[in-house]
């Protein structure tokens, strides 16, 4: 699985702006002409911050590579937008305060252990995203959350479980499944500005 080029991360982090922007008007969203790798089917998120004091607005994404990576930009875009339930929807005049964030993810693998404190080992900070699986039990972190937070690999382990409203030691349990994933980042450096490829290590 190819990386994207700069110009092709440009273009998905302008499409959501594009999705977003239109849906709040209520106007049909029509997909033409669009980079062929947008074909392929990947998993994406797509993270909103205020701006400029660069607060979480919302971020929501499709985690497995299930369809063509448009539908899931597409999808992605208007799920943080309006459908995240820690936040109010976004209103369209707020979008001139807002940056976005998007990242092309990997598809998971499981991280093989013998023994759980193996993932202390096994799991990179700035490389790697993580997914908690535990019975009904599931969260996921993105590899830029433990590097904004200055979390070592145990905090990041310890808030995946929170995050997947799990005790924070419950990843020392041989029944939990953790999965990785890397991400290729693609944010505006300020609303409707220029955008950047992010580097986290």
């Known amino acids: 699985m190819r990386l994207l080029t700069l110009e092709e991360g440009k273009f998905a982090v302008k499409f959501a702006r594009f999705v977003i922007e239109n849906f709040l008007k209520g106007y049909d969203i029509e997909i033409e002409n669009y980079p062929e790798v947008f074909n392929e089917k990947r998993g994406c998120f797509c993270t909103l911050h205020t701006y400029p004091d660069r607060e979480l607005r919302g971020c929501i994404g499709i985690p497995e590579p299930i369809m063509p990576l448009i539908e899931a930009l597409k999808e992605a875009a208007i799920s943080s937008a309006t459908r995240d339930p820690r936040f109010p929807p976004v209103s369209l005049e707020e979008m001139d305060n807002i940056v976005i964030e998007i990242s092309i993810l990997t598809p998971p693998e499981l991280i093989e252990v013998s023994h759980p404190r193996e993932y202390l080992q096994k799991i990179k900070i700035g490389r790697d995203g993580l997914i908690i ?42 029944n939990v499944k953790i999965y990785k994933f890397q991400a290729q980042i693609f944010e505006e450096v300020e609303p409707r500005g220029e955008v950047i490829e992010k580097i986290l290590y």
């Open 133 to 174: 699986r535990f019975g009904p039990y599931s969260g996921l972190l993105l590899p830029q959350v433990p590097v904004e937070y200055g979390w070592d690999v145990e905090e990041f382990l310890a808030n995946l479980c929170l995050k997947a409203g799990l005790p924070p030691d419950m990843w020392l349990d041989e």
